[in-house]
Every structure is written in structure tokens, then in C-alpha cells.
């Protein structure tokens, strides 16, 4: 199987605190790459963050950092400082060499309340 | 400039109509995909081509044929329009092999079948 899963189909955050969303995912390969996509309402996919499955170093960029728990096939996402920009939807992908193609989690929808 | 750039935005077509959409990227990435993402936001590849050549040809329906006359552009032609096919389509592009940054994304066709 080459399931990506997010448990969480909603989440919110109040501004300013923290949130982590969950992913797990499912595959054989060794060498693959992890990533989090972020949907706001005007639907444009845009990339938060990336982590190739060979750095046992976690990903960040800026107040995105990831949790790689790679024997636990599990890829968490947590937004430090949440801003009212950061609501939309977010969705886990991976990126399988084999098949050269992403797939994505069924996504969870960020609320952030002011 | 635009990475990836879809055509039209919109698209609201009667039943039994054929239609097609255009996308182009400017990238220079050998792989374009069609993504399809459905009223629940599941994305689910529906096409991969890479170099012109398709690669990744899902469980769908005969009415949707990609065509790729170069690589930087790969177009969805879809015959006999049926309301289940109300959507919204992405097409995406990243490099083949090597590192794998991430799927440049378009911004979406939302296609409405009455």
C-alpha cells in the first residue's frame, strides 16, 4: 500500500499558540521524501516544508518544524507563533521513487481563531 | 512569472459536452501531472508523463486523454462531460530523478458539469 494518513480531519489553534498536525504514512521504499503542502481558500497548493527520508535531521522553516519518526513511518507538522494566515487546509504528500509520483493525505483543515 | 499555468480557471459546461484544459510550466521539469481533487479535497493522481511520455495512467475513465505535445505542456481533453466530474483539476510539475524539490502546482480548474 502507498496510503498517506492524517487522522485529523479539522484542528484549531488559537493566534499565537502552537499546533501540531499529524501524518502517517505506509511503504517499502527506504529512500523517499516527505513533504506538507498548505491549501488556503484561493486553492493554490503552496509547499511549507520538505524532509528527505535519508536526513535524520528534522526540517524547519521559520515557525515550520517537522517531527520524522522514520521506523514509525510517521510525519508531523507543528506551527509555532499560528497567525490568521496560516487557516487553510494542509495536506501530507510523499513522494515515491518508484513510481515517481506524490501522494497526498485526505488533508486537515486549520482554523486559527483570533 | 507563472511556474505552472492552467487554463481556464473556470469552467461551468452542460452534460455530454467535450471540453479540454490546458497546462503549461515553465520549469523546465520533465514530469507534469493531472491531479484531480473532489468536493471532499481528496487528491488523487489521475496522469504522470514524463518527457512526453505517460507514465502513471490511474483507474480512469476512457473519456479523460492527456496529450502532451512537448514536455513543458500536458493538456486534458475530456469527452461526454458527466456530473460526477465536477471538481477541481490541478496539473503539477517536478523534476525526474536526482533530488526532488517539491510539485510546483497550477492554480486549479474548477470544472462545474450541469
Known amino acids: 500500500a502507498q496510503t498517506v494518513t492524517q487522522s485529523q480531519p479539522e484542528m484549531s489553534v488559537q493566534e499565537a499558540e502552537t499546533v501540531t498536525l499529524s501524518c502517517t504514512y505506509d511503504t517499502s521504499e527506504s529512500d523517499y521524501y516527505l513533504f506538507w503542502y498548505k491549501q488556503p481558500p484561493s486553492r493554490q497548493m503552496i509547499l511549507v516544508i520538505r524532509q528527505e527520508a535519508y536526513k535524520q535531521q528534522n526540517a524547519t522553516e521559520n515557525r515550520f518544524s517537522v517531527n520524522f519518526q522514520k521506523a514509525a513511518k510517521s510525519f508531523s507538522l507543528k506551527i509555532s507563533d499560528s497567525q490568521l494566515g496560516d487557516a487553510a487546509m494542509y495536506f501530507c504528500a510523499r513522494f515515491s521513487n518508484t513510481g515517481n509520483q506524490f501522494y497526498f493525505g485526505t488533508g486537515t483543515s486549520l482554523t486559527v481563531i483570533p | 512569472d507563472t511556474a505552472v499555468s492552467q487554463t481556464p480557471k473556470y469552467l461551468v459546461t452542460q452534460m455530454g459536452n467535450d471540453k479540454s484544459i490546458k497546462c503549461e510550466q515553465n520549469l523546465g521539469h520533465d514530469t507534469m501531472y493531472w491531479y484531480k481533487q473532489d468536493s471532499k479535497k481528496f487528491l488523487k493522481i489521475m496522469f504522470s508523463y514524463n518527457n512526453k511520455e505517460l507514465i502513471i495512467n490511474e483507474t480512469v475513465p476512457n473519456r479523460f486523454s492527456p496529450k502532451s505535445p512537448d514536455k513543458a505542456h500536458l493538456n486534458l481533453h475530456i469527452n461526454s462531460l458527466e456530473l460526477g466530474d465536477s471538481a477541481v483539476y490541478f496539473c503539477?510539475?517536478?523534476?525526474?530523478?536526482?533530488?526532488?524539490?517539491?510539485?510546483?502546482f497550477g492554480q486549479g480548474t474548477r470544472l462545474t458539469v450541469v
Open positions: 503539477a510539475s517536478s523534476p525526474w530523478g536526482g533530488e526532488v524539490t517539491e510539485a510546483f
